[in-house]
C-alpha cells in the first residue's frame, strides 16, 4: 500500500504513517508535522491511507491493529481541531469529503462498517455495515450517493444515499 500527497493550491500534505504527518509549502519549506504513533498493520502489510485536505483541514485516517482514529487538523498551524476513537482493525482506505445538505462530511470505510463524520467537529453522523475486514477501497461519491466495494472474503458493493442520512443505515 501507498500513501499520497495531497494539496489545496498553498500547502503539501506529505503522511509518512508511523515517521510522520508533514505539510509543507510549494517551496519544500516544513510548516509543521506531527508524529501520530507507531501503526501496527495486519500481517505487516504496511501503511497506506492518504489524508483529506478540504477547507482547511487536514483529516487523517489511522486504522491498525492497536487503537484505530480519525483526526483533524488545522492546515496552517497543526492544530488538532478534532480526534474520534475508531472500532475498527487495520484498514487501508483513505478518508473521502462530500458536502451533504449544505455540510461537508468525511466518509470513511473501515473493517465490518463505512461511516460518515461531520467535518467541522468530527462527530458521527451516519454509518452502515456491510464491509468485510481489510478493506483497501475508498467510497467514490457521485452527486447524492455514496459507492463502497470490497472483495476481501466476500463481495460488497453498496450505493449509500447521502442527503438525510442519519445513525445507522441499512444497506440494501
Same mark, same amino acid.
Given at each position: 500500500?501507498?500513501?499520497? *500527497?495531497?494539496? #489545496?493550491?498553498?500547502?503539501?500534505?506529505?503522511?509518512?504513517?508511523?515517521?510522520?504527518?508533514? +505539510?509543507?509549502?510549494? #517551496?519544500?519549506?516544513?510548516? %509543521?508535522?506531527?508524529?501520530? =504513533?507507531?501503526? $501496527?498493520?495486519?500481517?505487516?502489510?504496511? $501503511?497506506?491511507?492518504?489524508?483529506?485536505?478540504? #477547507?482547511?483541514?487536514?483529516?487523517?485516517?489511522?486504522?491498525?491493529?492497536? *487503537?484505530?482514529?480519525?483526526?483533524?487538523?488545522?492546515?496552517?498551524? =497543526?492544530? $488538532? @481541531?478534532?480526534?474520534?476513537? @475508531?472500532?475498527?482493525?487495520?484498514? %487501508?482506505?483513505? *478518508? +473521502? /469529503?462530500?458536502? /451533504?445538505?449544505?455540510?461537508?462530511?468525511?466518509? +470513511?470505510?473501515?473493517?465490518? +462498517?463505512?461511516? &460518515?463524520?461531520?467535518?467541522?467537529?468530527?462527530?458521527?453522523?451516519?454509518?452502515?455495515?456491510?464491509?468485510?475486514?481489510? *478493506? /483497501?477501497?475508498?467510497?467514490?461519491?457521485?452527486? #447524492?450517493?455514496?459507492? /463502497?466495494?470490497?472483495?476481501?472474503?466476500?463481495?460488497?458493493?453498496?450505493?449509500?444515499?447521502?442527503? =438525510? &442520512?442519519?445513525?445507522?443505515?441499512?444497506?440494501?
Amino acid at each position: 500500500m501507498a500513501q499520497a *500527497p495531497s494539496t #489545496d493550491g498553498v500547502h503539501l500534505v506529505a503522511p509518512f504513517g508511523s515517521r510522520g504527518l508533514f +505539510v509543507l509549502d510549494l #517551496d519544500g519549506h516544513v510548516l %509543521w508535522s506531527k508524529q501520530l =504513533g507507531e501503526m $501496527e498493520t495486519l500481517a505487516g502489510f504496511g $501503511e497506506g491511507s492518504t489524508p483529506a485536505l478540504h #477547507d482547511g483541514l487536514v483529516v487523517v485516517q489511522w486504522d491498525e491493529e492497536g *487503537p484505530s482514529f480519525l483526526a483533524a487538523f488545522d492546515v496552517r498551524t =497543526g492544530e $488538532e @481541531r478534532w480526534r474520534r476513537a @475508531r472500532e475498527t482493525d487495520s484498514s %487501508w482506505g483513505s *478518508p +473521502v /469529503v462530500a458536502t /451533504v445538505d449544505g455540510r461537508a462530511q468525511v466518509v +470513511v470505510t473501515g473493517s465490518d +462498517v463505512t461511516r &460518515a463524520y461531520d467535518l467541522a467537529t468530527g462527530e458521527p453522523v451516519w454509518s452502515c455495515g456491510g464491509m468485510s475486514k481489510n *478493506p /483497501v477501497n475508498s467510497a467514490v461519491i457521485a452527486g #447524492d450517493l455514496a459507492y /463502497v466495494t470490497n472483495a476481501y472474503k466476500g463481495d460488497l458493493i453498496q450505493a449509500l444515499g447521502l442527503s =438525510g &442520512a442519519k445513525g445507522t443505515l441499512e444497506a440494501g
